[in-house]
């Protein structure tokens, strides 16, 4: 038996500890003992469809209460999970659709686990040609124990938050989790006797399926988890909820914490719930804004939220989860830089003064796994020189499933290329500028989105979040680039024309070159991942 499964099941067994569902309406807690014997019964259904070892499982279905169970269901058959992206409120359905077939097709998915509310497309797919059940006929099935399993196997296939009509996913074996889940635990100071923990990311991203689902079921430890779909209904359940539980660690991407500073600001009134049992609010999945982790800690000030609890932190489905964590306790470090000698010279010299850009200091990495810089050619760099961020070690996947096939993800030394520009200060901590594929290069300067996005996010009238900067004329002698931001006066031609002029002016005060062109767009315009990402390539149509 793997140690993955062999854990996961002994400490079902032992532990005391729960999962909780179903806030903010009908809250239910299930017992990881009780979680384990619903497993038991829908790994008795798949096998009764005959789902064995080495298959793919691909699985469609938005509540924790389900997916918990139905996950280890199907890892007791020795198989694999690939968590379908769900629609959202700005999803194109029928892209949606084709998407979602791709995905099942990429995979050679044996059969797809359904459930609420998706059941509606359970006919669509069965008459596709698929083995389509669901969890609730899974559960009516008679229990059986578990296959044997090895570390090697896969048990997660991780769509890429940027998987479309060619989707690929990240294969996560057994030994891939226990080598992130202990790093990450030994990282955070996790104390299973006292820590409790509340999610509400998506069980579709690897941070909310593999880190905060899969990781508390593998140790049995506290876990209150709701959909998405909840928190953006109520931005306010989510502290509600931390203070129910006394809730000491959480996580989200930037974005979702700048949605809770303003609602803390505008809806919430000092002494309406208490913050102060949070240990570890987790902020990864995108870059780390500096000014929004500042804002954030002034607006939970009141309530109680200390700054040391704010912890920034980089990772990505390639490593299973988790690269590095600020340190437990310590808050965020701001790394200041001169922002001139950033984007001509490539290094990161520190500033106090003049044109200087602040950037986030996301730890070191953790146990298990290294890190390096190197340069156009290869070549490792020393502290503060800017290049691509490589990681290796025993959390790093071996590759991608896609449609042509198996795709190694590390070279013939182990080392894998992550994508992601940045650098290591003078104490090992590594600090993200961007994607290599997005900055801009413009008369010899790297010039970063995040930086114009950034900046047209201040002016008045524009959504937070809602700003993207678009590459234009990329790899020639004059690049350029645009500018498109959402705005709810984007029908009114008076508010248009002094949101494009004020975002300009930002632009151009931030990185010293102003923007080919500025779109004001009405809001939900501006595509994104399922897990509310940029999706920069894809707004090219929308400034051209």
């Known amino acids: 038996m793997s140690q993955f499964t062999e854990t996961m099941y002994a400490n079902a067994h032992r532990s005391s500890k729960g999962l909780n569902t179903g806030e903010p309406h009908s809250p239910v807690r299930h017992t990881w003992e009780e979680v384990h014997q619903r497993a038991r019964r829908i790994a008795g259904g798949l096998a009764a469809a005959g789902v064995g070892h080495g298959d793919a499982v691909a699985m469609l279905a938005g509540a924790p209460v389900e997916i918990a169970p139905a996950a280890q269901g199907v890892w007791m058959r020795g198989a694999s999970v690939t968590m379908v992206h769900q629609p959202t409120p700005r999803t194109d359905l029928i892209r949606w659709a084709d998407e979602t077939t791709s995905v099942i097709d990429m995979i050679s998915a044996s059969a797809v686990v359904i459930s609420d509310p998706f059941m509606a497309a359970a006919p669509l797919l069965s008459g596709m040609g698929m083995t389509v059940l669901s969890i609730a006929d899974l559960l009516t099935a008679e229990p059986i124990d578990p296959v044997d399993t090895c570390d090697d196997d896969i048990a997660l296939m991780q769509l890429t938050s940027g998987s479309t009509g060619s989707p690929k996913a990240v294969q996560i074996t057994h030994a891939n989790i226990v080598a992130n889940a202990d790093a990450m635990t030994a990282g955070c100071d996790f104390d299973i006797d006292t820590d409790v923990i509340v999610s509400w990311l998506p069980c579709f991203h690897d941070m909310g399926m593999t880190g905060y689902l899969t990781v508390p079921m593998y140790f049995g430890a506290e876990l209150v988890k709701i959909t998405p779909m909840d928190f953006l209904g109520d931005i306010l359940l989510w502290p509600r909820l931390i203070h129910k539980y006394r809730g000491t660690m959480t996580a989200a991407p930037n974005f979702a914490y700048n949605l809770l500073a303003r609602r803390l600001r505008r809806q ?95 730890g070191r990495p953790l146990a298990g796994l290294e890190m390096r810089i190197v340069d156009e050619d290869g070549a ?66 790297n010039i970063f989105p995040a930086d114009i996005e950034r900046a047209a996010s201040r002016v008045e009238g524009v959504r937070p979040g809602c700003a993207v900067a678009v590459r234009l004329d990329a790899g020639r002698s ?48 501006i595509p994104k991942t399922p897990s509310g990402k940029l999706r920069r390539a894809h707004a090219l149509s929308l400034v051209s």
């Open 268 to 362: 919430a009134t000092p002494g309406e719930f208490d913050l102060s049992s949070l240990r570890w609010a987790l902020s990864g999945a995108e870059q780390v804004d500096p000014d929004d982790v500042e804002d954030l800690c002034a607006a939970g000030a009141p309530f109680g939220l200390r700054p040391e609890a704010v912890i920034p932190a980089y990772g990505m489905a390639e490593t299973t989860v988790a690269v590095s964590f600020s340190e437990c306790g310590g808050g965020m470090v701001v790394d200041e830089v001169d922002a001139d000698l950033l984007a001509v010279l490539h290094r990161a010299v520190p500033a106090a003064k003049g044109h200087t850009r602040r950037l986030v200091a996301l």
């Open 380 to 445: 490792a760099l020393q502290p503060r020189g800017v290049g691509v961020i490589e990681v290796r070690g025993q959390s790093v996947t071996r590759g991608y499933t896609t449609a042509a096939g198996f795709i190694a993800a590390q070279d013939d030394r182990g080392w894998y290329d992550t994508g992601d520009i940045g650098y290591l200060t003078e104490d090992g901590d590594v600090v993200v500028c961007g994607r290599l594929k997005d900055v801009i290069i413009m008369a010899g300067r």
């Open 478 to 525: 004059r690049e350029s680039f645009a500018v498109a931001v959402e705005s709810k006066h984007f029908d009114d031609e008076v508010e248009v024309r002094r949101v494009e002029r004020q975002v300009a002016h930002e632009v151009f005060a931030e990185v010293d070159v102003r923007p080919r062109n500025v779109v004001v767009l009405e809001p939900g315009t």
